[in-house]
């Protein structure tokens, strides 16, 4: 299905050097109304972005399904620990896989308590202890305000500055994941935002409109997950977004296929009668190395399991968790990489410049080496 790249197919139109029409309500941006729309979600460490897209207003509409697919991914953003232009990654909720308790995941995948656990044996003649388990020192210190009531001679700033900072080895938990109806139009505006902002025609994408904004019975986006590997690229990595469109007039027609965290993988339709002329562009791009990739897209699709696609978007779930697998593995390694230069760094940071390093000091190196059991269940 290759073809040439038709030179009539359109540059990269980022910039807002002239008064631009939204294409959700076909007006012309004023400048109170310009939004710097991110085309892979903020909350998805995207970085490219066009003011010449969506106005503000049409914008705040969208928020609902951008805010449905957040949800979905946020984990694994969270867990990477992945940069944003704007704001950081909120805590998740997971649940302990050998207790059932609900604790709090943290930027990087660290464990935080939701609740302080206390034990309080103060009033035991023979053998009187406190154990309290908090999140920080500032709530270690409102729990022990809250004792010196009970116990008045308790010394609370002694005993917050005595406290003993841990990471503990935590069992699996589990993280739920749900990708539907709403997540799916967030996908499609991902695809129609890229296919506009390479100055494509918005008579083409118009019926998709009602779609974002609302939702219908008709199905637009499908699962596209192929027995051979699609974007292909000089990397290992599998913290990369991919986004391509194609417009082919022999087929007659125009769709998109996305590729989130190279695990999460989607085709669009988004003209069943599409005339103009053959082209092709792809955008991938690194989370963590915020760098763009060059990839090779190799898909060949037809018309026919296009729309067979989209119209049974009946999740191939084997091939889904399959994929879904190798970026858990991923960040596992990802993990235990920050951890062993982190332990490193500390180590070397502590040594004196012109000391000679021994076996006995390399001991005390590996013994801080201390992996992280993994968050995920097995």
Do not use: W
């Not at 941006?29 to 729309?37: D, F, G, L, M, R």
């Not at 699609?230 to 469109?245: D, R």
């Amino acid at each position: 299905m290759a073809a040439p790249k038709s030179p009539s197919s359109g540059a990269f139109n980022n910039t807002f050097s002239k008064i631009s029409e939204c294409y959700i309500c076909n007006k012309n941006i004023v400048p109170k109304e310009i939004y710097n729309e991110h085309i892979i979600l903020n909350s998805l460490g995207g970085r490219l972005k066009s003011k010449s897209l969506i106005c503000r207003q049409c914008a705040s509409k969208l928020d609902k399904i951008d805010a449905a697919l957040s949800r979905s991914l946020n984990s694994f953003g969270l867990l990477l620990n992945i940069p944003r232009d704007r704001g950081t990654n909120p805590p998740i909720l997971a649940t302990r896989t050998d207790t059932g308790e609900r604790i709090s995941l943290d930027s990087g995948g660290k464990p935080v308590v939701i609740k302080p656990i206390i034990t309080d044996k103060l009033a035991d003649k023979e053998q009187p202890s406190l154990y309290i388990s908090a999140k920080d020192k500032p709530q270690m210190r409102e729990i022990l305000t809250g004792l010196k009531r009970k116990y008045p001679l308790l010394n609370v700033e002694e005993l917050v500055n005595s406290a003993v900072a841990r990471q503990e080895d935590i069992p699996p938990v589990i993280i739920n994941l749900s990708f539907g109806e709403e997540e799916f139009r967030s996908v499609c505006k991902m695809a129609i935002n890229f296919y506009m902002y390479h100055d494509g025609e918005r008579d083409l994408i118009s019926h998709l409109i009602p779609y974002i904004k609302d939702g219908c019975e008709n199905q637009y986006v499908g699962y596209y997950y192929p027995d051979e590997l699609i974007a292909a690229s000089n990397s290992s990595e599998s913290f990369i977004h991919t986004l391509y469109i194609e417009g082919n007039p022999q087929e007659k027609i125009l769709y998109g296929y996305i590729e989130l965290y190279s695990a999460f993988r989607l085709i669009i339709l988004l003209s069943d009668s599409y005339e103009g002329d053959f082209f092709q562009k792809v955008y991938s791009f690194n989370v963590l190395s915020r760098e763009e990739m060059e990839k090779e897209i190799n898909i060949n699709v037809s018309r026919k399991e296009i729309l067979n696609l989209v119209n049974n978007p009946e999740p191939p779930l084997k091939k889904i968790e399959s994929a879904i697998k190798v970026l858990v593995d991923a960040i596992k390694l990802n993990q235990i990489n920050k951890a062993i230069n982190k332990d490193i760094e500390d180590f070397s940071q502590n040594i004196p410049e012109g000391t000679i390093v021994d076996g006995k000091m390399l001991q005390e190196l590996f013994s801080k080496l201390k992996l992280s059991k993994t968050i995920f269940p097995a």
